[in-house]
């Protein structure tokens, strides 16, 4: 990327880059009009190729400042006390509902680069992505107690599953319009149920119940 971007002003720089994620989180990256960014931007084609050699420089750098917004936020609501596996998930959760209601655009656009298949970006993407994922589920079972679980259950499988199904709920609240709060509150039960089912009977009735009340009423 062209340095004379960073030359610009703050207001200026989050005009651009509003205005690029805003039009990529409607469409996929080949379909994505670079005229349509320039206008919603409010600056011209030539000035997007001024500052970014072309489109998928401009893509790649959207999405690196949305994960590293993503992240920054969540570390400002990170709980290091907590050790409960399904009271992490269901403040990780509430997090991602709380993030998307305000940056719909950021969030969107997040979720279209997860269901990219385009060979021009998509290996870029995941090169960038995986170690990010892989330090935070090491961060994650660092930090959980596993001692909670009944014996033999498959705890790695069990965190693999509830986040295809946080990923599946989000991407259906996208589909369909469902209410953001209605989503995380059906996550929550669902959380609920996979506790009873796998954790020992002295931890069921823990904290969570509480927690979930402050969700669904």
Request: charged share 30%.
């Amino acid at each position: 990327m062209n340095n004379k971007f960073y030359n610009l002003p703050l207001d200026r720089q989050e005009q651009i880059i509003n205005g690029a994620i805003k039009v990529f989180s409607t469409s996929n990256y080949s379909n994505t009009s670079t005229i349509e960014i320039a206008r919603e931007a409010g600056i011209s084609k030539g000035l997007i190729f001024h500052y970014f050699k072309n489109k998928k420089e401009l893509y790649l750098f959207l999405y690196k400042y949305c994960a590293s917004l993503y992240t920054s936020e969540l570390e400002k609501n990170y709980d290091s006390k907590e050790t409960d596996f399904f009271e992490l998930l269901l403040k990780s959760q509430h997090f991602k509902c709380k993030f998307m209601k305000e940056h719909p655009y950021v969030y969107d656009f997040v979720v279209k680069v997860y269901l990219e298949n385009d060979i021009e970006v998509v290996d870029e993407i995941s090169q960038y992505v995986k170690p990010i994922n892989d330090e935070n589920c090491k961060r994650f079972f660092e930090k959980v107690d596993l001692n909670k679980f009944k014996k033999g259950v498959d705890v790695a499988l069990l965190f693999k599953t509830l986040l295809w199904c946080s990923d599946g709920f989000m991407r259906n609240a996208f589909k369909n319009n469902i209410s953001i709060d209605e989503i995380e509150s059906e996550f929550a039960k669902i959380l609920m149920q996979y506790k009873e089912n796998f954790y020992k009977e002295e931890f069921i009735c823990t904290s969570m119940n509480t927690e979930i009340e402050k969700i669904i009423p």
